[in-house]
């Protein structure tokens, strides 16, 4: 029966139908020692009175979980700043770990990000600068800040910098930092450039972007020096481009095949190997060129598999171009469009759900706006793939007959899926409340009355 009250439990933490005396109930669980339920601290809108629970929690596992909700609002995790323990000020310093790629994270205000950045222990001033979600402006007001680690992040806003900052940082009495910023100054330095090419560690990333000397040029190409780097630089001279166009490395001839510069005719001329899983998130002048509707229609135009590929990452593609890419047979970019495209087809997301299957699948099917709905119980609800029968418990036009079937299904996913539509009859709810595999689908089915949540919370030992 643990068992069993752990994952009802689970269930009934993130029903959307909770009310607020369970969810208070439930939030005040750990207060001799457990952690409440993770699904608790990550639900949306929670109610003034359960955060105000969360932050004063004994447990610091709780003022983690909430430190860490993609969910929450930006104002009430910075409370979380002067917390007294300092794993959960990192955790609330780095944010949420995000596993949804549409799933957008607001930054916590620049204040709160200015206390964590001062804060006395190092563990939080470093969880900070790995956060992946900190605002434009507080990157690049750390420019003049007292910690050299701070003015090496800063440098990645190069250009919002003021020329004063950007001189600043170039004069840096930190190695790093200045070493940083000459990476980002020698795109129009080339004797800055050059002297990057002359320590190991700058080497690689001068040549991918650096203004190039043609001497320069012509002594690494000789000396074969990070040469797939090289093949991207966007200043090396023409003939160059051509010998390397030939190299023996794959590398360097896929690198070139890239070079935004070629037309078509030339960069297909190109003897390149694209990798099968290869997702095109490296083609620089595509991700940085987003906000340029030519440069967005020349990768989703192009016959190079990549450069389609990186084009379908892009969620704002004009409705032609997304026609056009759904029409290409390339199973990376069915997967791309459906995981980043609001607006992917229908087609293409049963193409990348039959495919693949398995979490991917669920996941896309539940959460892509454009994923479909009606029609699936006829088409689906006999399919012999256990997969595609769980497609036909989204139909708004399921029967609680249907559903209650479904919820006997030999593939426990689609039993779960079932037991968790409020159409399923109260008497196989209740039932499937019994059932290990189904008890967590159960307790968060919003049908679920409330005298049974809590008697879950009963069951499960959770103090009135």
């Known amino acids: 029966m643990v068992a069993f009250h752990a994952s009802a439990l689970d269930g009934v933490a993130r029903n959307p139908a909770l009310p607020t ?67 959960v000020r990192a955790a609330l310093a780095h944010g949420p770990e995000v596993y949804e790629p549409r799933t957008k994270v607001a930054p916590l205000p620049d204040a709160a990000c200015a206390r964590l950045l001062d804060d006395p222990d190092p563990s939080v001033r470093e969880a900070l600068l790995e956060s992946p979600h900190l605002a434009p402006s507080f990157v690049a007001s750390m420019a ?27 004069a840096d009495p930190d190695p790093e930092v200045r070493r940083a910023a000459e990476l980002q100054e020698c795109r129009r330095d080339a004797r800055m450039t050059a002297a990057l090419l002359r320590d190991p560690k700058s080497a690689a990333g001068a040549l991918r972007r650096g203004l190039l000397d043609r001497a320069v040029a012509e002594r690494c190409v000789a000396e074969r020096t990070h040469l797939a780097a090289l093949a991207e630089n966007p200043s090396l001279p023409a003939d160059l481009v051509e010998r390397l166009a030939v190299d023996p490395d794959e590398a360097v001839r896929l690198a070139v095949s890239l070079r935004p510069e070629l037309d078509e005719t030339r960069r297909m001329a190109v003897d390149f190997t694209a990798g099968d899983l290869d997702r095109g998130n490296g083609v620089w002048w595509v991700r940085d060129g987003l906000a340029d509707p030519e440069v967005v229609r020349r990768a989703a135009t192009s016959a190079h598999p990549l450069l389609r590929r990186a084009a379908a990452r892009i969620p704002h593609l004009p409705s032609d171009l997304l026609r056009l890419l759904a029409r290409v047979e390339d199973p990376v970019v069915d997967n791309l469009l459906g995981i980043h495209h609001p607006d992917a087809p229908e087609e293409v997301l049963m193409r990348v759900f039959a495919r693949l299957g398995g979490t991917f699948s669920a996941w896309m099917a539940e959460t892509h706006p454009r994923f479909p709905r009606e029609g699936l119980a006829t088409r689906y609800a006999n399919h012999p793939d256990g997969n595609h029968r769980r497609l036909a418990v989204r ?8 559903i209650e079937r479904l919820s006997h299904d030999p593939v426990v996913r689609t039993r779960q899926a079932a037991t968790l539509d409020p159409r399923l009859p109260l008497h196989r709810l209740r039932e499937a409340l019994l059932v290990p595999e189904l008890a967590s689908s159960a307790g968060a089915n919003p049908a679920l009355p409330e005298d049974e949540m809590a008697a879950v919370l009963d069951r499960a030992g959770v103090p009135a």
């Open 21 to 87: 005396p369970l969810l208070l109930r439930l939030l005040a669980s750990g207060a001799d020692g457990d952690r409440p339920p993770r699904d608790v601290l990550h639900r949306p809108g929670l109610p003034g009175p359960a955060v105000e629970l969360i932050l004063a929690h004994p447990h610091p596992g709780a003022r983690i979980g909430f430190a860490t909700s993609a969910r929450a609002e930006p104002a009430q995790r910075a409370r979380l700043a002067d917390d007294p323990s300092p794993k």
């Open 144 to 170: 003049t800040h007292h910690r050299g680690a701070a003015r090496r992040e800063a440098v990645r806003a190069w250009p919002a910098l003021s020329a004063g900052e950007r001189s600043a940082l170039l």
């Open 395 to 402: 139909d708004p036009a399921a029967t609680p007959e249907l």
